[in-house]
């Protein structure tokens, strides 16, 4: 079965960066849209970046300058670049793939930005 393996979370300071990553593995066939998404305590969980298979992105406005997605297709896999990380970063961080009529999500990857 498909698996989406998140990693690159972890502490860092405010202004510091961070590389996740999510591969996925197991049969799964024609991926379209690519994203993360992250989900504060107490809050809703919120599109951070998405990149579809032409390589188009978008950006919440609050990260938009700061984070990089990317894809490698022949990995399967996605990464957000986090740049200049501000406190109201820290959340969990989840990847997505749209795969044919599909939905997969990685088990998320805790960021905590913090002096």
């Known amino acids: 079965q498909v698996q989406l393996v998140e990693s690159g979370g972890g502490l860092v300071q405010p202004g510091g960066s961070l590389r996740l990553s999510c591969a996925a593995s197991?049969?799964?066939?024609?991926?379209?849209?690519m994203a993360w998404y992250r989900q504060a305590p107490e809050k809703q969980r919120e599109l951070v970046a998405l990149?579809?298979?032409?390589?188009?992105?978008n950006y919440a406005d609050s990260v938009k300058g700061r984070f990089t997605i990317s894809r490698d297709n022949a990995k399967n896999t996605v990464y957000l670049q986090m740049n200049s990380l501000k406190p109201e970063d820290t959340a969990d961080y989840y990847c997505?793939?749209?795969?044919?009529?599909?939905?997969?999500w990685g088990q998320g990857t805790q960021v905590t930005v913090s002096s």
């Open positions: 997505y793939i749209r795969a044919g009529l599909k939905d997969y």
């Open positions: 197991g049969t799964i066939f024609s991926i379209n849209n």
């Open positions: 990149i579809t298979s032409g390589g188009r992105t």
